[in-house]
């Protein structure tokens, strides 16, 4: 009797596996993203600020349907701009039809500023609005235009900017005879003023490149010559009649012909055109893929000087230049230097009273920061200081040199991947902290800057949004999304977590999720959704319920614990150490940080089997999924992995060597010289060889779902296709889904996709194998 005692009582302490079981395909159905925008409405206000008033509307939707408010911030007050049930009996006489007044269909609906009225459409008949009106006015019916996409209009709408034949051309807007102006005759394919400088419809008028400045005066364009670039392909199977190929160029690290970069301006009323002189590197790039705001070229009030940032191809050295866009002369501010790579993405500039100063972003001390230059080039002073990261410039004051800006890292306590409002003195005085709830915040700036709105949230905290004055104090609280039908449904909050790195010192931050009925005394498989990063790490840092956060709540359901982590060489928010870790080692450095995360998860919570681990990613989470399954055979068990880019050396140029590295390096070569005799002489080139999960398709033990889309000009479908053949060559049995037609995200295909992916996990994780042929009701 003692024994069986015994027995009982280890058993009652002992969690239960639940292999064997069935896959809970139903809680999954009840929690896809759709189904959670229905019982849940609106995350944020998007706040319409009217010009140079500290006054906004917005639209926000509850369960009590759709609503529209005026909020005057002086005021402190908000109301709605009409009564929905007047609306609704309004638009019922007008159409002879009935309306709901929780949905009211109004399209386009705007602040006129002009008339001072709001203006939309139901149908094609379009109405105007004031507010406190009684009634709302019908105005003519809409007329259908014609999409006119080729059009650039100058900022005075004076001028049309367009090109033809990959050429540039003005024409006045006004003009009934539309008399043409041509200003280029060198443009060509693949050389091109034309936005899609592979356009073969060459006697139509298309949308430019070029750009205009905020005088109206003159246009700029950054051109690229891409003529000797190589080419590549997808095939549209699903065309009709015929499959279509479908040809672009593609450059890809180490390789000797990737894009030529001008600059060129015209003056619109001499026709004439200046090309300025900004050759100093080869392949050297002007602003380009990877940088932020601006795109690395910015403009000023006037066109007599044009700014941009020029860097070398190793990524190593940028210059912040000043243009004369009258004589084409380039002026170099400054130089930085940054290895291994400097962080185009927050590498952003703001050219302050037409250039009387610069506010520049440097992680020259290993953190992010701001920086003061003045009309030369020389610092004056730092204006952010300490081992956090400041990032994104909301508004900038320059009557009272006040920077309002939002950064990562600097409060004690706080989520180190929280945005937090700030504003700091041009001369690096008065730093004050605007936002100090514990959560993730976005603010939106009137254009008077005495207020402005902030949305904070967190994955376990309601969104909220407040009006706030320009000191941090809220004036006025706006919404709170209401999760009462969520939290009727089941729905639980996620939940934050903190691990340790492979070095057990760096500190390591994911989300995880759980089934809605889950209990403590069973263990469950357990899946990581990744992403490697280098721009981003793959956890939500916000209320979620869309997008990965919102699949991976849908995947839990089916009986899984999911678990988004971050790892060294993720995010750059948060140091440039941290974010450059994986630098030269784009395969391998996040994968020994995500097993030792899950391992210290497994031995602090009980529930989780690491007998039983699944991995998934898209992109370069595919790459990385498919990577840690073989390169880990024996703890990875499971892997889902889409639109990977499982060889980086036939993915696009600036990825590979931005993030991996690319080498410049001499060789002596013989040519012939100017008197047509050959001669040595050294020249410059690059190289770049980057580890594929091609060579470890050996290690294959698991179970392995590649899927990819085959029109995905992102990332080649070839990247599967070569894993695929070494997989084949190493006679290893793994699954493969081609989805026709799909680009990169997938787009129609993605819920079949995802349901894919639910099954897959199920039957290989939790031994859950269906017989039914029908993805979306397995029961059949």
Known sequence: MRVIRFFIFLMLLTPVISYGQKANFELADKFTTDKMDKMVGSLSVNANWLKDKDQFWYQYETSEGKDWYMVDAARKTKRQLFDKEFMASSLNEIFKR???????PLK????????????????????????????????????KEKRENWTTYSPDSIWIAFSRNHNLYLMKADDADSV???LTTDGEKWYSYNANDGDTTSTKRLRTRARWFEDSKKLYVVKQDRRNLNEIWVINSLKKE???LETYKYAMPGEENVPQYEMHTFDVATKSAVQLSIDKWKDQAIGGPYFGRGGGVFTTKGSDFIYFI?????????DVCKANTNTGEVQVLWSEESKPYFNTRYATLHVINEGSEFLWFSERTGWGQFYRYNANGQLKNAITKGHFTANSITKIDTAKQVVYFQAYGREAGVHPYYAMGYKVNFDGSGMQLLTPEDANHSFNMSDKMNYFVDNYSRVDLAPKSVLRDKEGKVVLALEE?????????????PENFKVKANDDATDLYGVMWKPFDFDPTKKYPVIAYVYPGPQSEPFPTRFSIGGSGGRNVALAQLGFIVVAVGQRGGSPIRSKYYHNWG??????????????????????YDFIDLNKVGITGHSGGGFMSTAALLSFPDFYKVAVSSAGNHDNNIYNVWWGEVHHGVQEKTRKVKKENASGEEEEVEETYFQSQIKTNIE????????????????????????????VDALVKANKRFDLMILPGARHGFGRSNDYFERLKWHYFAEHLIGDYRSSTDLKNPDN
């Open 242 to 244: 015929r499959p279509e």
């Open 481 to 493: 999304t209401n999760l009462t039908r969520l939290n009727e449904a089941g729905w639980q909050m």
């Open 310 to 318: 020029r860097r070398n191809r190793t990524w190593t050295t940028l």
């Open 696 to 723: 470890l398709a050996k290690n294959l033990k698991g179970k392995l779902l590649l899927v990819h889309g085959d029109m995905d000009n992102n990332v080649s479908p070839s990247n599967t296709i070569r894993l």
């Open 180 to 182: 043409e102006f041509q």
């Open 98 to 104: 009935p309306f709901n007044a929780k949905d009211l």
């Open 108 to 143: 386009g609906f705007k602040f006129d500023e002009d008339k001072n009225q709001f203006t939309f459409h139901v149908d094609s008949i379009n109405f105007h609005y004031n507010v406190g009106a009684t009634a709302i006015v019908q105005g003519d019916t809409l007329k």
């Open 583 to 604: 630098y030269g080692n784009m395969r391998d450095y996040p994968l020994e940080d995500n097993k030792y995360a899950l391992e210290q998860l497994g031995s602090t």
